[in-house]
């Protein structure tokens, strides 16, 4: 069983920036590749970006490209979100997901994942 804790989120107004982090607990979690995903209110749940078990290989969602870095630290089993230019419409609950199988294209359904956080609520104010 894997077990990731987000923390991180906040409120910050347009323009600023957040880092999120997941810590990730349990066997293997470490061979796995991870995800954030995030849910606005009356929306479905989206990909933002995920990375691979080595950290070596990252993939994002077209509307976060030159603003969000992933990254991971293997030795923590720690993934973590930085977020920078921050818009209103990233408003949102993030999710952080683990027990994805990293191949082409990348893992960016909800469905590629079997583990998941509590999530974390990150909001813009304009």
């Known amino acids: 069983q894997v077990q990731p804790v987000e923390s991180g989120g906040g409120l910050v107004e347009a323009g600023g920036s957040l880092r999120l982090s997941c810590a990730a607990s349990g066997r293997a979690v470490s061979t796995y590749a991870m995800g954030w995903l995030r849910q606005a209110p009356g929306k479905e749940r989206e990909f933002v970006s995920a990375?691979?078990?080595?950290?070596?290989?990252?993939y994002r969602e077209d509307s976060v490209k030159g603003r969000f870095t992933i990254s991971r630290d293997s030795a923590k089993n720690t993934v973590y979100l930085q977020m920078m230019s921050l818009k209103p419409e990233d408003t949102a609950v993030y999710y952080c997901a683990a027990g994805a199988q990293w191949r082409r294209p990348p893992p960016t359904s909800a469905i590629d994942y079997n583990y998941w956080g509590q999530g974390t609520q990150v909001t813009v104010s304009s």
């Open positions: 990375i691979d078990w080595s950290g070596e290989s990252t």
